[in-house]
């Protein structure tokens, strides 16, 4: 456990020193938001019925392209090779990075959405839902997407195939994610549909790592 | 004080047999064998440098030793049969740029259980005190690998596998390292290093990757 | 070294294979007028009934060949067997032409049943998500400079898939029962006891078909190894 949170301190130390990528997650996040209702037009009943939809599918998004980075940084200067060697198991070692990954961007992802919610006419009682649906979801993006990040380590256009890779598997997260808050916007009791994102979480966590894990022992052979 | 804990390591390392030992080796990568039939065994005190044209599997023998590549057939024996026994050094330090050499330094101490008082024995053995507080992405080539190799130094694993360990080093850092792997040897350890020079420091054994070239044509397997 | 259970494996494909073959073209001979010209026509869909004997089928080998992809892949990430990660690569691209079959037959469904081509039915949405999982199957094993990454990197996304699979059907249900109660669904179709036989031809037809193509992919497959093998011998 006590190696698990080496790790972690690690990957946050290291993102603190480059603040500027978890600045650029959120930059991306609002930016994108932000084009939709010049693409849809700003007619309030509009955005606020496709505003869940809008900010799960750019939190979607900008996971994705933070993931980019969360091995081959490693892989490029060779510590992936001294972290796979060490004592930490390599389970642990992917675990500590999603965690430490969730930290810097899914975390202020969450924090950011209501308030890019008001630009999307969003009624003020969806934040509650809103935040508590991304704090339930994202993580369980981080944990997918690691999947994605660590089988294509070392692949050609990269880029273009994480998305193909990751994106499908995104699909259910982002059904039940707008649908708790569409839900509780509504009026109804929506805690079945949390309890769902939660059961998404669980599996996810149980078998993300370890997939994660051997996909990283592949990229390093 | 902080040499006393250093001896304590080591006298710990003395203590206990180390033996890292493998039988039959074969490798292949890209669809073809690379070697075949190798078979040695360390054990205390013992030492052996890997020697052999290029594309001959030194890295990949060493890199199977360390785990990270999956021999093709024959048995691996490693004791002490755990996670930390081994240290590895590869052609890249692992150095973060973005973090002092001191808090690199820190991480892989606290990742193998290393103590403080170790990380300022392994800074003073690789004399990097002037550039403890620097980013690590500052530093030269020479430096850098320096301060890699500085992990060594800790004093937590018992096996040592060092691929081109002197790539980037001048001739007072090739006598650092080579200090550094004797002592290693003499209070007990194990060292084992792919290199093209011949260093100041003498392995124990050496072993020609060019003698365990795979002989047996390929085409029989594939002939299915 | 010779591996024997691969030599059964291309000796038994050799006899499977014209068998398979043979087979194949009777079930389409029989089934397809069967089914598109002289089977009963349903009293609600009339003659776009017919369709169903491609869609149906089709939906069911899409499916089928991600299974074989999966158990393929795992056995070759278990017990490292070579053939097991043949087939499985060599069902991928079958198993997304089916895929894209089923989609095609379940738009010119909808377009009389629906009067659209596309509507988010839950069936039809679970099929494409299907689509792309196939599709990310055969990027990511042809992304790699090392042939053995690639397919080792494909098999674990192979199993991450088929686990995620039941979650995205599920997922996919719910969603569509929240939006889109349509009058027709893809699933509501009865099957009269009419329908059977040219149905069962059908299946079969597109299984056979399924075997004839795999085995030679495999073999394909096995011949490029070979040449691999052959260059490197060269270049060594």
Redesign the interface.
Request: charge should be positive; hydrophobic fraction near 55%; aromatic fraction near 10%.
């Given at each position: 456990m006590n190696?698990f949170f080496?790790?972690v301190g690690?990957d946050l130390?290291?993102s603190v020193?480059?603040r500027a990528d978890t600045v650029m997650v959120a930059g991306f996040f609002a930016i994108t938001v932000i084009l939709f209702p010049f693409g849809i037009g700003p007619e309030p009943g509009v955005l606020e019925r496709v505003g869940a939809g809008i900010l799960w599918v750019t939190a979607l998004l900008a996971s994705l392209l933070s993931l980019d980075h969360l091995f081959s940084d490693?892989e490029?200067?060779?510590?992936?090779?001294?972290?796979?060697?060490?004592?930490?198991?390599p389970t642990v070692v992917v675990a500590a990075k999603i965690i430490a990954h969730w930290l810097t961007t899914g975390l202020p992802l969450t924090l950011l959405a209501p308030v890019l919610g008001i630009t999307l006419q969003m009624p003020s009682s969806s934040a509650a839902p809103m935040m508590t649906a991304l704090l339930i979801g994202t993580p369980t993006l981080s944990l997918i997407g690691a999947?994605g990040a660590a089988?294509?380590l070392?692949?050609?256009?990269?880029g273009i195939?994480m998305p193909?890779?990751v994106?499908?598997?995104y699909?259910?997260i982002l059904?039940?994610g707008v649908?708790a808050i569409d839900t509780t916007g509504m009026g109804f009791d929506a805690g079945g549909l949390f309890a769902v994102l939660g059961g998404?979480l669980l599996?996810a966590a149980a078998?993300c790592p370890w997939?994660a894990a051997?996909?990283l022992?592949?990229?390093?052979? | 004080m902080l040499g006393f804990g250093m001896v304590r390591a080591m006298s710990d390392q003395t203590q206990s047999p180390v033996t890292l030992g493998v039988r039959d080796l074969s490798a292949r990568r890209g669809g073809r064998t690379i070697f075949e039939g190798l078979s040695f065994e360390l054990q205390n005190s013992q030492s052996m440098a890997v020697v052999g044209p290029n594309g001959s599997g030194k890295s990949t023998l060493l890199?199977i030793l360390?785990?990270?590549?999956?021999s093709e057939t024959g048995t691996i024996q490693i004791d002490p049969d755990?996670?930390?026994a081994?240290?590895?050094?590869?052609?890249?330090?692992?150095?973060?740029?973005?973090?002092t050499v001191h808090?690199n330094l820190r991480?892989?101490a606290?990742?193998?259980?290393a103590a403080e008082p170790a990380v300022e024995h392994a800074v003073g053995r690789m004399a990097l005190e002037t550039v403890l507080d620097m980013p690590a992405d500052m530093l030269s080539a020479g430096w850098r690998r320096r301060a890699g190799l500085a992990?060594l130094a800790l004093g937590t694993a018992s096996i040592w596998i060092l691929d081109e360990p002197y790539t980037a080093l001048d001739t007072e850092n090739v006598a650092r390292i080579d200090t550094l792997l004797s002592t290693h040897v003499e209070s007990g350890g194990i060292a084992l290093l792919a290199t093209h020079q011949a260093p100041g420091f003498t392995p124990t054994q050496r072993i020609d990757m060019a003698d365990y070239r795979a002989k047996v044509p390929e085409g029989p397997e594939m002939d299915w | 070294m010779h591996l024997p259970i691969q030599h059964v494996f291309l000796k038994l494909a050799a006899i499977i294979q014209p068998w398979a073959a043979g087979l194949c073209i009777l079930c389409f001979l029989f089934g397809l007028p069967i089914a598109l010209l002289f089977s009963p026509p349903d009293y609600q869909q009339g003659d776009t009934v017919r369709i169903m004997y491609i869609h149906v089928p089709a939906a069911w080998m899409g499916l089928f060949c991600y299974g074989v992809m999966a158990a393929g892949s795992a056995s070759y990430?278990i017990w490292r067997h070579p053939v097991a990660n043949m087939v499985a690569k060599a069902s991928a691209p079958i198993g997304a032409m089916f895929t894209a079959l089923c989609l095609l037959t379940g738009m010119l469904w909808g377009e009389p049943m629906w009067g659209t081509p596309w509507v988010w039915d839950a069936r039809l949405t679970s099929m494409l998500?299907l689509f792309?999982?196939y599709?990310?199957y055969m990027?990511?094993g042809d992304?790699?400079?090392s042939p053995?990454?690639?397919d080792?990197?494909a098999a674990?996304?192979a199993?991450?898939?088929s686990?995620?699979l039941p979650?995205?059907k599920?997922?996919?249900d719910?969603?569509n029962s929240?939006h889109q109660p349509s009058i027709f669904s893809m699933a509501g179709v009865s099957v009269d006891t009419a329908m059977l036989p040219p149905l069962f031809l059908m299946v079969g037809a597109f299984q056979l078909y399924y075997v004839v193509v795999v085995l030679m992919r495999v073999r394909a497959q096995v011949l490029t190894a070979k040449i691999r093998a052959a260059r490197l011998m060269r270049a060594a």
């Open positions: 190696t080496i790790l690690r130390r290291l020193r480059h490693d490029q200067d060779g510590a992936l090779d001294l972290l796979l060697t060490s004592p930490a198991a999947v089988l294509t070392g692949a050609r256009r990269r195939l193909l890779v994106l499908p598997l699909i259910p059904i039940f649908g998404f599996i078998l997939a051997a996909a022992k592949i990229a390093s052979e | 890199r360390a785990g990270l590549l999956r755990d996670r930390g081994i240290c590895f050094a590869g052609h890249r330090d692992g150095l973060k740029g973005a973090l808090e991480f892989w606290n990742l193998y259980g992990r | 990430l998500v792309f999982l599709l990310g990027a990511l992304a790699f400079d053995e990454q690639g080792k990197a674990i996304l199993l991450v898939g686990v995620n979650i995205i599920f997922s996919v719910w969603w929240l």
